[in-house]
């Protein structure tokens, strides 16, 4: 198994995310209750851009800005569109997959067009990314939205390129994650029992 490890969760089953990626070397996670239901928080996680928040819009350019002025990459700015959608398990899970040499300036991203394409990558000079969320219940007319970004790292020379990368850029990916589910929240508490949207 080499560097990478499997973690067990804190009293919580993310089989979806588990079976795409069960084996990893670094992990974030996040989580938030929401007042709304699975159905509804899976529509706005569905619906939500990074590019609609200016501080996370700000961070992402800063990050891609030397390989703009550098004409090594003019592709649009990264978000969530970049990523593959994996699988989805009803109202209560949905993951997403990159594959990439994400510490390079242009990110470095292979193209994976499915979740077949994802299951069998076997570069050994990129990484892949799983980002999943899972809808739990909770209190009641709450629900907990947990977020979890897991990287591997096939080879232990892929781990020295791209564990620098990672515990610099830690502190900034947490508050976009904070920040992207408090939108997130913001959306879904925002929207009736009927699902008919209350506010922008």
Known sequence: MGLERFFLHEGMIMALIDD???????????????HATGKTIMDCISRYR????????????????????????????????????LGRVGDREMVLGLAGAFWRMDYGLVDIASRADFLACQHRNVC????????????????????????????????????????????????????????????AEAVGQDGVWRCG
Do not use: K, N
């Open 20 to 34: 795409l990626l069960p084996c990893f070397t670094f992990r974030e996670r996040h989580a938030l209750r929401i």
């Open 128 to 187: 892949r990314l799983v980002m999943g969320f899972t809808v739990e219940p909770a209190a009641v007319g709450q629900s907990l939205l947990v977020t979890e970004t897991r990287v591997s790292c096939p080879t232990p020379a892929l781990w020295r390129r791209f564990a620098p990368y990672w515990y610099v850029i830690r502190p900034v990916s947490g508050l976009i994650r904070r920040r992207m589910l408090a939108r997130i929240r913001q959306q």
């Open 50 to 85: 990074a590019q609609d928040d200016p501080l996370i819009r700000l961070a992402i350019g800063l990050r891609e800005r030397p390989a703009r002025l550098l004409g090594l990459s003019q592709r649009r700015t990264l978000d969530l569109d970049d990523f593959t959608p």
